[in-house]
């Protein structure tokens, strides 16, 4: 009898979460299937960055996987917020993390003393930020902010930052990154206008959606 009660339990929280993840803003931007998040691990990934994101306090729109016309720079997320737009780096490591922003390379170090090194994503951020400037003819800097998200198993040894509007977070973090948010530089429509533009950039998709880490710089 137990065993049956179990079992329409767990088909009940199933049948709920199939309905939260399809009606979801990360199902309606991306047509992702639910049973593609099991084997797909930036899939997963972006849900979970969507699902954060959704969570921001203001008005905002979101963005996954923007390929930029001119350059072909590539944007894993951005967010069109009323306090500005935010350009998002992923980063899934699970190590210690090294770094300052004026870099070339950061590095993840690692058991047996294992070093990988990166490209610095926060100079891949600002050459994307240029583009985007131009692009979008946003000529005030302070409407864009830059931020690395790393994943939560890895640790900040000495990661170094000194400019506004840049940050490096842990996924974990970006829940209540814009909790107290209330400047309004972006309107609705502005918002929109932006949002719309970008759309046609992104590429996310399932075949395009396997898991890629940042380019590893040799030693």
């Known amino acids: 009898m137990w065993i049956f009660v179990f079992i329409i339990l767990i088909g009940v929280c199933f049948?709920?979460?199939?309905?939260?993840?399809?009606?979801?803003?990360?199902?309606?931007?991306?047509?992702?299937?639910?049973?593609?998040?099991?084997?797909?691990?930036k899939g997963r990934t972006a849900y979970k960055l969507v699902q954060s994101l959704h969570k921001s306090n203001g008005k905002n729109k979101v963005l996954l996987d923007i390929s930029?016309?001119?350059?072909?720079?590539?944007?894993d997320a951005i967010l069109v917020h009323q306090s500005g737009i935010y350009i998002l780096n992923l980063q899934q490591f699970n190590g210690w993390i090294y770094g300052r922003e004026q870099d070339e390379a950061w590095a993840e170090a690692?058991?047996?003393?294992?070093?990988?090194?990166f490209t610095n994503p926060l100079i891949q951020n600002k050459l994307?930020?240029?583009?985007?400037?131009?692009?979008?003819?946003?000529?005030?800097?302070?409407?864009?902010?830059?931020?690395?998200?790393?994943?939560?198993?890895?640790?900040?040894?000495?990661?170094?930052?000194?400019s506004d509007n840049t940050d490096v977070l842990k996924m974990k973090e970006l829940k209540s990154y814009w909790k107290h948010s209330t400047e309004v530089i972006l309107s609705d429509d502005e918002i929109s206008n932006i949002y719309?533009?970008?759309?046609?950039?992104?590429?996310?998709?399932?075949?395009?959606?396997?898991?890629?880490?940042?380019?590893?710089?040799?030693?």
Do not use: W
């Open 128 to 162: 994307a930020i240029l583009d985007l400037k131009e692009l979008l003819s946003q000529p005030n800097s302070e409407h864009f902010h830059s931020i690395v998200v790393f994943s939560n198993d890895c640790s900040f040894r000495k990661v170094i930052i000194h």
């Open 196 to 219: 719309n533009e970008l759309k046609k950039y992104m590429k996310f998709n399932i075949a395009n959606s396997k898991t890629v880490k940042s380019k590893v710089v040799p030693n």
């Open 110 to 117: 690692r058991h047996k003393n294992k070093l990988n090194k």
């Open 68 to 75: 930029l016309p001119t350059t072909n720079h590539k944007i």
């Open 15 to 41: 049948a709920i979460t199939l309905y939260i993840y399809d009606n979801s803003e990360f199902r309606k931007l991306t047509g992702y299937s639910f049973f593609s998040l099991f084997t797909d691990k």
